[in-house]
């Protein structure tokens, strides 16, 4: 008897350090059995205090009328199936005639604290069928990338949703995306993790980056084409577009179109040419937009006007030519100029991390939803690297991107150097690689710098 006790205690301990210091070696060894045990016991009894039951047909009534037997009880949702993941479980349900997957939805805080869970999040699987994600803990404490994801070509992971799955940005089914975070949330790093998975790929990098480079100079070596300063960038931008009309003209000479030729295998981007023939896609990114976009003079403005016009109209026809637009500020609203709005509109992917005003969230989920411009805002300042990610379903999500140093980001790039195409028409605009630096001299002892 006391060596089972000290067993015990020991079992015990053992499991509140794990869940102190390592929740997710806890939820794989305890937390998953003895969540399934509560969600299975409780189940019943949860559904009927959430709402999400319904009365008895009316023929288990007249059976039970008939049979001179007590009238059955409400009806829960069926279970379909219960997974355990690496983050929580998964619970498929069957709902009763008369029920809707909102009601579900609308009850899944209270099931959060019903089954003692982290978080639980549902969707629709199909009509009648709704999945309950159910978190075992915080997943975006310390976010840990599976070691197994589905990219696919033109498909990057980049983050962890707060459910667990893996968050993919999705060029092809998404083109164009924006993204906001103010200084200090986390906005640099989710680029870093971007860049990091498309070095990989057959694809074109393109950056513009008007902090003198600081951002993505770092990653040359990767990159097909950049741009330190709003002179430099609209020269690039013209040259993109010039690259757009000359892909066109490609798909036009090769579109295929007889009557021989089945519908699917007529071409209408890039991704329905011959792979011998295909161009290689392009993947813009715009660091600031806003220093693109600012202006103090009148030379300046028609530099702006300038700007502006080359990125709506990549947003607008770009994505056919396989050219894809990663738009990033600190701030996004209307008061940038004419134009914005037109830009916005054509962004279809939205991620916002921590920003100062409500006003940015909107610009981001306003057309949205409006629970994603409340949680926006509602990130809290030691969360870097937090954001609210959403889609043009109205649905969003909380992720956070996995701490990747610019080191790490650099070696990645420098690794597959290799696979930086070189576009003709970007060229010019091609990053001159470094030489080894020399030593580095103090600014406070450096010679001053004269006119």
């Not at 709402?51 to 949702?77: E, K, M, N, Q």
């Amino acid at each position: 008897m006391t060596a089972f006790t000290v067993a015990l205690v020991l079992v015990v301990a053992a499991a509140g350090l794990l869940r102190w210091r390592r929740p997710a070696w806890y939820w794989l060894t305890f937390g998953v059995t003895l969540a399934a045990l509560r969600v299975l016991i409780r189940y019943a009894s949860v559904m009927d205090a959430c709402g999400l039951t319904v009365p008895p047909s009316r023929w288990r009534l007249a059976l039970a009328r008939i049979a001179d037997r007590p009238a059955p009880d409400s009806r829960v949702p069926r279970i379909l199936r219960l997974r355990p993941t690496r983050t929580g479980l998964v619970l498929r349900l069957k709902l009763r005639p008369g029920q809707d997957a909102f009601d579900v939805a609308a009850a899944s805080d209270r099931l959060r604290h019903s089954f003692s869970m982290y978080g639980v999040t549902s969707r629709e699987v199909r009509s009648g069928v709704v999945e309950l994600r159910l978190t075992g803990y915080d997943v975006l404490k310390r976010v840990q990338m599976p070691a197994k994801t589905d990219p696919r070509p033109m498909r990057v992971p980049v983050a962890l949703r707060e459910d667990g799955s893996v968050h993919y940005r999705d060029y092809r089914a998404v083109p164009h995306a924006l993204t906001l975070g103010a200084t200090e949330s986390g906005k640099s790093v989710y680029q870093r993790n971007l860049v990091a998975g498309l070095a990989p790929m057959d694809v074109a990098l393109v950056g513009i980056d008007c902090k003198q480079g600081v951002e993505l100079f770092p990653l040359a070596r990767r990159f097909s084409a950049l741009a330190d300063n709003p002179d430099t960038a609209a020269e690039l931008l013209d040259a993109l577009v010039d690259h757009m009309q000359g892909v066109y003209q490609l798909i036009r000479a090769e579109q295929r179109i007889s009557v021989a030729v089945p519908d699917a295998d007529i071409a209408a981007d890039i991704w329905d040419l011959p792979e011998e023939l295909r161009p290689v896609p392009v993947v813009v990114l715009v660091d600031e937009v806003a220093e693109l976009a600012l202006f103090a003079n009148k030379e300046e403005e028609k530099r702006r006007d300038r700007i502006i016009t080359a990125l709506v109209r990549l947003a607008q026809l770009g994505r056919a030519a396989g050219i894809y637009l990663e738009i990033c500020g600190q701030r996004f609203g209307s008061e940038l100029g004419k134009g914005i709005t037109m830009l916005r509109a054509q962004l279809t992917g939205r991620t916002a991390h921590r920003v100062n005003d409500e006003t940015s969230a909107n610009m981001a989920f306003g057309d949205i939803s409006p629970d994603a411009v409340l949680a926006a805002i509602q990130i809290p300042a030691e969360l870097r690297g937090v954001a609210i990610a959403g889609d043009f379903t109205g649905g969003w999500h909380r992720i956070r991107a996995p701490h990747t140093s610019l080191r790490q980001a650099v070696n990645v790039c420098n690794k597959h150097a290799d696979r930086t195409p070189a576009l003709p028409v970007l060229e010019p605009f091609r990053p001159a690689v470094a030489a080894p630096s020399a030593p580095r001299v103090p600014l406070s002892k450096a010679a001053p710098v004269t006119a």
